[in-house]
C-alpha cells in the first residue's frame, strides 16, 4: 500500500512543514505490462506468417526464459523508478520528484494549475488506481501515477480548489457514488448522452458511410473488371472497420457526463478506460458545431472545442487523456445547457446571420446557399458546409486578429473572406463568401469589438438579478479594459487586413 494520506489542515500544511507521499506499489506493474506487450507484439510480428515465408518457432524454453528475463528487468527498473519517485505538498505548491541516477524536480505552484484530469487506463482501473494529469499552460504535463482511485480524485479537488484561491482542506479519500462515472454527491449534473444514442449516431455519421461508400465502389470496381474473388476480399476488411469504428465511438464516450461541482465543470467519459476531464472555460478559444446529413434529420450535433495548450482538435474518440470534444452527440437543448455551462453570457441563436450574396455560387457552388456569418457584442458566428453542416462560435474576447482576405477572382466578383485567428489556432474560424463593401463596413465595428474587452468575461456568471433589464442592458455594454485585466485567454489590441 502507498504511504498514509494524512488530512492536511486547512490552507495545506503548516509553514515549514511538508507531506510527502509516493505512488502506490503497483505502479510498477502496471506500466510494465505495455512493455511486454510491445515484445509480443514485435515477437509476433517477426514470426506470424503474414506475407511471407514462416519462420521457424525457437524452442518454448528459450521462449519461458527471454520472457522471464523481460519481466525481471522491466520489474525491477520499475521498482527502481517507483522508489525515487515522490511528491511532497506543502504551504504553496506541489513537487514531484523522479529520477534514481539524473534526479528531476518538478514545482506546480497551486496558483498556476489550470486544469487537472483523472485518467484510469484499463489495466489501472482493473486494480483502483488512476492517474493524474496536471495541466500548467505548457505543452508537457505533469503527471502522477499511479494513486488509489479515491486518493487521486481527493488530490485533485484539493489542487484545483487551492488553484482557485480557496484555502481548503485535503483529505485522504474521496469518495464516489459509481465506479463508471466520475461523480459526488454534490455534482450537478447537466448533460448526459445515452449508450443507445452514441451508437445511433455512430452508424449515422459521415465517417460511417464513408467507409460503407469505399466498400461499395471497390466491389463495383471488381465486378466492372469482372473479378467477382473481390467481393469476399474486401467484405471482411469493411465490415471489420465498421465494427471497429462504432466500438471506438461507444467506448470511447461511453456514459458521456457534463457536470458541474464547487471547483468548476468536469466531463467524464469512458468503458474500458475512464477519463475524468476538468473544462478551464476561460481558456476555451473557440467551438464548432458539426452535424452530419443524417444528423439533421435525427437533430443531432456534435461540439468540439479549442483550448490553449490542448493541442490539435480531437479526431479519435478512444483518446485517452486530454480530448477536445466537448459532447460526443446530442439534441439542441443539450447543447444549450453545454454551451450555457462554459459561456453563460454568451447566446449563439440570437446572433443574426447574413446570407452570402448570390454570386459567391462561382466560388462555392454547393456551399454557397449555407455560408452564414454575424456577430453581436460577445460572439462572431460562421455557418458553412453543404454535407457536413459546421458552426463556428468565437468570442471577441478570444480573438486575437482579423484577416480580410481577397484572391484575384473573389476580388473582381467583390467577395471577401473572413478569417479569425486565436491563441490556439486549433479550429480554422472563417466566414466564406462575404459581400466585400459589407465587410468593409463592419471593419470598423469589428475593430472595436476587439480592441475593447467587456468587463465582465462571457465565461463568468453575471451577478445581476433576474429580470432587470436595465441593469442587464448595462452589463453587456463593452468598456476599454486595462492592461492588468488582460489574460493569457484573451486578445491583443491586434487587427490586420490584407488583399
Known amino acids: 500500500m502507498s504511504e498514509p494520506a494524512a488530512t492536511l489542515p486547512p490552507g495545506g500544511p503548516p509553514p515549514g512543514q511538508k507531506l510527502t507521499e509516493r505512488p502506490h506499489p503497483l505502479t510498477p506493474f502496471i506500466r510494465g505490462w505495455i512493455v511486454l506487450l510491445a515484445v509480443a507484439f514485435s515477437f509476433g510480428r517477426d514470426y506470424l506468417p503474414i506475407g511471407q515465408e514462416p519462420r521457424p518457432l525457437p524452442p518454448l524454453e528459450w521462449i519461458a526464459l527471454g520472457v522471464a528475463a523481460i519481466a525481471a528487468i522491466s520489474g525491477a527498473v520499475g521498482f527502481v523508478s517507483w522508489r525515487f519517485t515522490r511528491f511532497v505538498i506543502d504551504a504553496d505548491e506541489l513537487r514531484i520528484d523522479t529520477g534514481a541516477l539524473f534526479r528531476r524536480s518538478a514545482r506546480i505552484a497551486f496558483d498556476k494549475v489550470q486544469s487537472i484530469d483523472v485518467v484510469q487506463p484499463f489495466a489501472a482501473r482493473m486494480f483502483g488506481l488512476a492517474e493524474l494529469q496536471i495541466d500548467v499552460g505548457a ?33 485522504a479519500n474521496a469518495p464516489t457514488d459509481s465506479l463508471l462515472v466520475d461523480l459526488g454527491a454534490d455534482d450537478e449534473v447537466l448533460v448526459r448522452v445515452s449508450p443507445q444514442t452514441l451508437v445511433l449516431a455512430a ?27 473481390v467481393l469476399f476480399a474486401l467484405a471482411i476488411p469493411t465490415v471489420s472497420m465498421l465494427f471497429g ?78 480530448s477536445t470534444i466537448l459532447m460526443p452527440a446530442g439534441t439542441i437543448e443539450q447543447v444549450r445547457v453545454a454551451l450555457g455551462a462554459i459561456w453563460p453570457r454568451a447566446d449563439f441563436e440570437s446572433v443574426e ?142 487587427i490586420s487586413s490584407t488583399e
Open 139 to 171: 505543452s508537457e504535463r505533469s503527471t502522477l501515477r499511479y494513486l488509489p482511485r479515491g486518493r487521486a480524485y481527493a488530490l485533485r479537488d484539493y489542487l484545483l480548489a487551492r488553484a482557485r484561491g480557496v484555502q481548503a482542506e485535503a483529505v
Open 203 to 229: 452508424v449515422t455519421s459521415h465517417e460511417f458511410f464513408g467507409i460503407v461508400a469505399l466498400g461499395v465502389v471497390s466491389a463495383v470496381a471488381g465486378l466492372v473488371f469482372r473479378q467477382p474473388w
Open 245 to 322: 469504428f462504432t466500438v471506438r465511438r461507444v467506448a470511447g464516450q461511453f456514459n458521456y457526463t457534463l457536470s458541474r461541482r464547487a471547483h468548476g465543470l468536469r466531463v467524464s467519459r469512458g468503458l474500458t478506460s475512464l477519463t475524468s476531464q476538468s473544462l478551464p472555460p476561460r481558456r476555451i478559444q473557440a467551438v464548432q458545431l458539426s452535424q452530419s446529413p443524417v444528423w439533421r434529420r435525427l437533430g443531432l450535433y456534435r461540439i468540439d472545442i479549442e483550448v490553449i495548450g490542448w493541442g490539435a482538435v480531437t479526431d479519435d474518440e478512444n483518446k485517452t487523456g486530454v
Open 353 to 494: 446571420l447574413h446570407r452570402a450574396p448570390s454570386r459567391a455560387r462561382w466560388l462555392h457552388p454547393l456551399a454557397q446557399p449555407f455560408l452564414r456569418w454575424g456577430h453581436d457584442e460577445l460572439l462572431v458566428v460562421s455557418r458553412h458546409g453543404w454535407l457536413v453542416r459546421r458552426w463556428q462560435l468565437v468570442p471577441h474576447a478570444r480573438v486575437q486578429s482579423v484577416r480580410i482576405t481577397q484572391g484575384p477572382v473573389s476580388r473582381r466578383l467583390g467577395l471577401a473572406d473572413l478569417e479569425f485567428h486565436t491563441a490556439g489556432a486549433q479550429i480554422d474560424a472563417h466566414a466564406a463568401g462575404l459581400d466585400a463593401g459589407q465587410v468593409l463596413q463592419r471593419q470598423a465595428e469589428l475593430l472595436r469589438l476587439v480592441h475593447h474587452l467587456p468587463v465582465r468575461d462571457l465565461s463568468e456568471q453575471d451577478p445581476l438579478p433576474a429580470g432587470d433589464e436595465d441593469a442587464a442592458a448595462k452589463g453587456g455594454e463593452t468598456q476599454a479594459a486595462g492592461p492588468e485585466t488582460l489574460r493569457a485567454d484573451q486578445a491583443e489590441e491586434t
